[in-house]
């Protein structure tokens, strides 16, 4: 989901973090080795919540990420049965039929992940940042994440902008060259309950294009006039 379309300019925080190594496994394809190219606004979301101390972050952002590389591992699943039929020793199950069992798990390298944050939530965030309460991860507890840079930004409502490696809501754009995920936008903090949504994201960066309730950063150094979509939880 996207927020309405601004009609005046939104002052924000820019985060900029660096991964070496995250894995963002589709929980729509159970029992499959089978990953998302960039991180969930869950995840995101999950990542914010870990700075502040929160039970969770609801929050409205803006998310672009890309990878140096990516490849697969190979690692070893303890999964415990919900009947305790097999229970853990020591953190490890028998490998029986459903038991242990070692399974690929595709993986990616050199992660950079953006995040636009709207105020007034993003100068608190930015305050948590500065100290986090917990580790800052990117889903598993080995992806450890670096923030590179916090810094406040104004963006501006666009009709064009460079797409580049942003993530999009359904309706955002047209680029033919996008795929199209659907990904959690938030999860319960009781985990029950998932909300869904659908987005759209570019593997190859995409210049200057036609955007749909969209804003701008027209200060990130490394492409100008950057798309950014607020994303609702």
């Known amino acids: 989901m996207t927020q309405p379309?601004?009609?005046?300019?939104?002052?924000?925080?820019?985060?900029?973090?660096?991964?070496p190594v995250a894995s963002f496994?589709?929980?729509?394809?159970?029992?499959?080795?089978?990953?998302?190219?960039?991180?969930?606004?869950?995840?995101?979301?999950?990542?914010?919540?870990?700075?502040?101390?929160?039970?969770?972050?609801?929050?409205?952002?803006?998310?672009?990420?890309?990878a140096d590389g990516a490849g697969v591992d190979t690692e070893t699943y303890h999964p415990i049965a919900a009947d305790g039929a097999n229970p853990a020793v020591a953190g490890r199950v028998r490998a029986i039929k459903g038991g242990m069992t070692i399974r690929d798990r595709?993986?990616?390298?050199?992660?950079?992940?953006?995040?636009?944050?709207?105020?007034?939530?993003?100068?608190?965030?930015?305050?948590?940042?500065?100290r986090p309460r917990w580790p800052l991860r990117l889903g598993r507890s080995q992806d450890l994440v670096h923030v590179r840079a916090m810094t406040p930004v104004v963006l501006e409502p666009a009709d064009t902008a460079a797409i580049g490696h942003a993530l999009a809501p359904q309706d955002g754009h047209q680029a033919g060259t996008a795929h199209l995920y659907r990904m959690a936008s938030s999860i319960s903090t009781d985990r029950l309950t998932t909300r869904w949504a659908d987005y759209l994201w570019c593997d190859e960066p995409i210049g200057p294009h036609p955007?749909?309730?969209?804003?701008?950063?027209?200060?990130?150094?490394?492409?100008?006039?950057?798309?950014?979509?607020?994303?609702?939880?």
């Open 211 to 233: 955007v749909h309730g969209a804003l701008r950063d027209t200060t990130w150094s490394r492409q100008e006039e950057q798309a950014v979509w607020l994303l609702a939880p």
């Open 25 to 66: 496994r589709d929980p729509l394809f159970p029992r499959v080795a089978r990953a998302l190219p960039v991180a969930p606004p869950s995840t995101v979301r999950g990542l914010l919540a870990a700075a502040t101390g929160a039970a969770a972050e609801p929050v409205s952002l803006g998310i672009a990420a890309h």
């Open 106 to 130: 595709p993986f990616l390298a050199g992660v950079h992940l953006t995040v636009w944050l709207p105020e007034p939530d993003g100068s608190r965030l930015h305050q948590a940042l500065r």
């Open 5 to 19: 379309p601004p009609a005046a300019p939104v002052h924000a925080w820019r985060m900029e973090f660096y991964a």
